[in-house]
């Protein structure tokens, strides 16, 4: 069982580059997560998808782009990096999104990209 | 706005002794909370959930958490200490009506042998 694998396991990016990071889950949850934990910030939400096809903003969604083509998939695209997106990045999924559940959420192992 | 707070950066504990990692939170109407650990170079793990009811929660690894209405904290504890309980600790709310959780900064649990 591999739950939610993340790639790739980190990356050192020049400014203003585009970048994918890759996402997939083979729980067949509907609700997908991205996060960025920064030291003395804790995790915050960059984007979230309640079910294939739609997705919606964060707290910090600005300078990303994520897109939710089917139930496994959910990529999220850094259309020009800058230093600020320096982070570890986490993907998350849980079994459902309304709030009629609240079950937790699982997350991947990170990517830790670097922006110069 | 929903928010959670957790005071302390780091907490020091010798094995063997109670442990104990600080929340408090703020929310409007009924508060959906959580624990979940990060243990390095990893995702975090979740621990436990207090949705409603007993306002003591049992979790993973012997850990538990009480959820306290009148001071609006959920601390999370432990009797006994483990070595491999050293790692980093976040609380988190739901947010809004749906699963969108607020998380805490984190606190860095060290537990010496």
């Known amino acids: 069982i591999a739950g939610i694998t993340q790639a790739p396991t980190s990356q050192i990016l020049a400014a203003g580059r585009r970048m994918t990071l890759r996402c997939t889950q083979d729980m067949r949850h509907n609700a997908m997560y991205w996060y960025r934990q920064d030291l003395g910030l804790g995790l915050r939400l960059i984007h979230y998808?309640?079910?294939?096809?739609?997705?919606g903003k964060g707290e910090v969604p600005d300078g990303y782009s994520v897109s939710r083509a089917n139930t496994d998939d959910f990529p999220l695209t850094l259309a020009s990096a800058v230093p600020s997106q320096t982070s570890v990045y986490f993907c998350a999924s849980s079994v459902s999104y309304g709030s009629q559940g609240v079950d937790e959420q699982f997350f991947g192992p990170g990517t830790r990209l670097t922006v110069l | 706005a929903q928010s959670v707070a957790q005071p302390e950066d780091q907490v020091n504990v010798a094995e063997g002794n109670p442990l104990t990692v600080k929340c408090t939170y703020s929310?409007?109407?009924?508060?959906?909370l959580f624990w979940y650990v990060q243990y390095p170079n990893r995702g975090l793990q979740f621990l436990l959930k207090y949705i409603t009811g007993d306002n003591l929660v049992k979790g993973s690894y012997g850990f538990e958490a009480e959820f306290n209405k009148s001071q609006t904290s959920f601390h999370l504890k432990k009797p006994s200490a483990l070595v491999s309980d050293s790692a980093l600790y976040f609380c988190a709310v739901r947010r809004g009506g749906f699963q969108k959780l607020v998380f805490g900064t984190g606190t860095r649990l060290l537990v010496s042998p």
């Open positions: 998808s309640n079910t294939a096809g739609t997705t």
């Open positions: 929310v409007s109407g009924n508060p959906y």
